[in-house]
């Protein structure tokens, strides 16, 4: 089983909104990520949880508030978002290999379609 | 840094009929992993196939094979007998051993005539 979830599918919100996205997956990896991805652009990575611990931000805007509650869950939360954030937000996960650091593949999520009003 | 390249954005090819997409990538590190993936317009990102650089023989799924020439630094991918659903954007990746990112080049749009 292969399958990472998300929730919603679709979102719209005004610039003043706060919301929530939503990632799960049990396959018992330990490392989760969030990307954002615009129209015919590959993603782009945003943040990375090792072990549930924030691993890697990518200088990314702290209107983008992530968090992994658990090893199988990870959120994003939005607050005062701008047009431009609207997009595709992938979430992926990933084995971490034994003994090291590196990660396995990456198994995505349908992601979530956001629009800021 | 390391960098993938994608220098077909768009290519199209006959139902059944078989199509190679060109992938090249920069990089000084030994030890990699190589990845193509599928994006469908759904938008669902679905790995296709899978190659470890220390492996010589080429990854095979099905009607999907890759042509990987590690001194040329290129990872093409093979689709075979297409059919109407392999129309998408296809992204060539990039991992290192040591790390926890993916390089993604910059895609191909395959569509596929009936």
């Known amino acids: 089983d292969t399958e990472v979830t998300q929730t919603p599918k679709h979102l719209v919100m005004g610039m003043t909104n706060k919301k929530s996205l939503k990632c799960e997956q049990h396959?018992?990896?330990?490392?989760m990520y969030w990307y954002k991805q615009k129209a015919k652009k590959p993603p782009e990575l945003m943040f990375v949880?090792?072990?549930?611990?924030?691993?890697i931000n990518e200088s990314v805007p702290s209107r983008f508030s992530p968090e992994c509650p658990n090893s199988s869950l990870l959120n994003l939360h939005l607050h005062a978002l701008q047009p431009e954030d609207s997009a595709l937000y992938l979430c992926?996960?990933?084995?971490?290999?034994?003994?090291?650091?590196?990660?396995?593949?990456?198994?995505f999520g349908p992601g979530t379609r956001l629009t800021v009003l | 840094a390391q960098t993938v390249t994608q220098s077909q954005p768009e290519m199209s090819v006959q139902e059944a009929e078989t199509v190679t997409l060109s992938c090249t990538y920069d990089t000084s590190e030994s030890d990699y992993y190589l990845f193509w993936y599928k994006q469908p317009p759904s938008r669902q990102m679905i790995l296709v196939i899978r190659q470890e650089a220390y492996k010589q023989q080429n990854a095979t799924e099905n009607r999907f094979s890759v042509n990987f020439q590690k001194a040329a630094k290129s990872f093409s991918l093979k689709i075979s007998d297409s059919q109407l659903g392999d129309a998408a954007m296809y992204f060539c990746?990039?991992?290192?051993?040591?790390?926890?990112?993916?390089?993604f080049g910059s895609g191909t749009q395959l569509t596929v005539l009936p």
């Open positions: 396959m018992g990896h330990r490392a």
């Open positions: 990746a990039y991992m290192t051993g040591s790390a926890r990112q993916l390089t």
């Open positions: 949880y090792s072990y549930e611990k924030l691993s």
């Open positions: 992926a996960s990933s084995q971490i290999r034994s003994g090291s650091k590196s990660t396995d593949t990456q198994y």
